[in-house]
């Protein structure tokens, strides 16, 4: 099983929002969507901070011009 979220991050209006891209992150983010009501499309600092305790790693792509 792959250990390792690929996330991407975009600054929208001065707020960071990290971005899931592969299979393993999307799944992170379906588990946040179930437990909370309102529709998701990032997880938060607080969350990443979380998925790392559990001994996952986060890779942040690269932004490109």
Request: proline share 3%; glycine share 4%.
């Amino acid at each position: 099983m792959d250990k390792e979220l690929l996330v991407e991050i975009r600054e929208i209006y001065g707020v960071k929002r990290i971005y899931p891209l592969n299979e393993v992150a999307k799944n992170f983010l379906s588990l946040v969507q179930a437990a909370y009501p309102q529709a998701k499309k990032c997880l938060t600092e607080l969350e990443c901070k979380r998925i790392k305790a559990l001994g996952y790693s986060i890779k942040v792509q690269a932004q490109e011009l």
